[in-house]
């Protein structure tokens, strides 16, 4: 039963880490046609219908309102402005970089998230985790190697796609700090069906449907795996959660940049015309592996009870 309950944790957590890997390549098709708002817009509504249809199904425990509320509907609200602006944001910085570079960028944001938790939530910081942080700056260091003056353009091109995405791992960080929280008082599917709704009816007035109208068909199908991957990888990475300890998802789940890397070299073989190469050399191979060591020794930090550096008591 042990073995079964691990090897699910383990398939659910690598689906995560497919579907995520594979989300901005099929982004960089889409964002050609329809901006950022409309395809997170379109994203979240998706998502939130089929948690509406699909939730009130399921056994989840209803959040403990009452004295708390307010404190809730707080929590929510700053929950819902960090997930929705990583969206927008990720997927903005999608125009600008390529599809590795937007998730190595990305995996900033287990390192904020980190730090979050140490100040706010009062969790230890271990050494192994200072490592960590140590060698994801390493790699990021070695992945832009050839791009190292384009990072320092903020306002346009490179620097401005990266100034995006480290602006999306810090909202998402946010998002993360602030779910921690509300996971004591609702059930995880309860929370994602509020974000969901709240981000969707927010983006409304900013989205622009007819633009979908101006999509071919390979642009739809990209557009439509979106879409998809909203729902499958959220709902892999809650079930991974829910069998399998956090730390050994977290870890899984660092190999996400690696996929990215794998299947645009892929799709670019197949459909050179449609999936254009990604300028690499071996040294920023080579930082991707750094980058996802990195963010491996920060996710494992919470297994290694003694070697606690830091504590809040």
Known sequence: MQLGTQLKGLLLALTTALFWGTLPIALKQVVTTVD???????????????????????GARRPRFGVYERRIILLLGIAA?????????????VAYLSASATQIIAQAGPMLLMLG???????????????????LLLGFGLFFNERLADLLR????????????????VVWAVYGVTQKILLREMAPPRIMRALYTVCALALTPFAAPQSLLRLDALQS???????LNTLVAYGAFSRAMACWHTAKVSAVITLTPLFTLVFAKLFH????????????NWLSYGGA?????????????????PLALFHHR
Do not use: K
Request: a positive charge; hydrophobic letters at 55%.
């Open 36 to 58: 950022p708002m409309t395809i997170v817009w379109l994203r979240f509504s998706t998502g939130a219908l089929w948690l509406w249809v699909w939730l009130p199904r399921t």
């Open 81 to 93: 402005a960090g997930l929705g602006g990583n969206f927008v944001l990720f997927n903005a910085s």
């Open 117 to 135: 938790s140490v100040v706010v939530l009062r969790e230890p910081l271990r050494r192994i985790q200072v490592s960590g942080v140590a060698t």
């Open 154 to 169: 903020f306002r346009e091109g490179y620097g401005l796609g990266l100034a995006l995405g480290l602006t999306a791992a």
């Open 221 to 227: 199908i990209c557009l439509a795996y979106c879409c």
């Open 269 to 280: 073989l197949l459909g050179p015309a449609f999936f254009p190469a990604d300028p690499l």
């Open 289 to 305: 592996l750094v980058v996802v060591c990195g963010a491996g020794l920060i996710a494992v930090g919470p297994l290694l009870h």
